[in-house]
């Protein structure tokens, strides 16, 4: 499969401890996205990098977030001292930007539970 | 980026024509509008995108009023595996970010 994938697909964890979700990109692809849904509503943008630049980052991204992509390759994106509040969908998507469609490919999504 | 209005649920019967109306009446002349659906528990997936042309491929045709103040998505034959939340986007393209800003979207449901 060739496809964006991501792990865990999902996570339950105790409100206050750490968590960290994988994204790997369709691999010619140069930008990563990553998103968040909550329940009935549609995603909602975090950040995104161009190759290993993280060029923007949503007001939604509090400190408590962080995002990395090495090499310009997979990405992880980290929560510090989770929240009942973080409990959602987080979905990475990537393109390989030509002209002007920029299609975004999704991947499956990590559900996060924060108990 | 505009702001889309769309229903937030449609029905269809199996193998008729499923036609999504999205309003943008506040379009500007560099944003292009796109359609996306997420199935259940799957990440979204794009469809097709347009300017003022209306435009077609193998999953869907787009349909964009003159003024562009609206479009339709039209899946020609749906079927039950089109069950699925329709999302309208309008977004202007530019090299600094291209972040999909989605709505509440329309929920069809094609029924056998």
């Known amino acids: 499969d060739t496809g964006v994938s991501q792990d865990p697909r999902h996570k339950i964890t105790k409100r206050g401890q750490n968590v960290t979700f994988r994204c790997d990109p369709i691999s010619e692809h140069n930008r990563l996205y990553w998103y968040r849904q909550t329940l009935g509503q549609g995603p909602e943008f975090l950040t995104y990098?161009?190759?290993?630049?993280?060029?923007?980052k949503s007001r939604l991204l509090s400190d408590r977030f962080s995002a990395e992509r090495p090499k310009g390759s997979f990405s992880t994106l980290e929560i510090q001292r989770t929240e009942q509040g973080d409990s959602a969908m987080y979905l990475c998507?990537?393109?390989?930007?030509?002209?002007?469609?920029?299609?975004?490919?999704f991947g499956p999504g990590t559900r996060l539970t924060v108990l | 980026d505009a702001k889309t209005t769309q229903p937030p649920s449609m029905d269809c019967a199996e193998g008729r024509a499923a036609n999504l109306p999205c309003n943008h009446s506040?379009?500007?002349?560099?944003?292009?509008v796109y359609w996306y659906r997420q199935i259940h528990s799957q990440g979204p997936q794009y469809i097709i995108h347009?300017?003022?042309n209306n435009e077609t491929n193998e999953m869907a045709s787009l349909i964009i009023t003159e003024d562009r103040k609206s479009s339709t998505l039209i899946l020609p034959h749906a079927t039950l595996r089109d069950t699925a939340v329709y999302y309208c986007i309008v977004r202007a393209y530019n090299n600094a970010g291209n972040m999909l800003t989605f709505g509440g979207g329309t929920r069809l449901m094609v029924k056998p």
């Open positions: 506040t379009i500007s002349g560099n944003e292009y």
């Open positions: 347009g300017l003022k």
């Open positions: 998507a990537s393109s390989f930007l030509t002209g002007v469609l920029d299609e975004q490919f």
């Open positions: 990098f161009q190759n290993e630049a993280q060029l923007e």
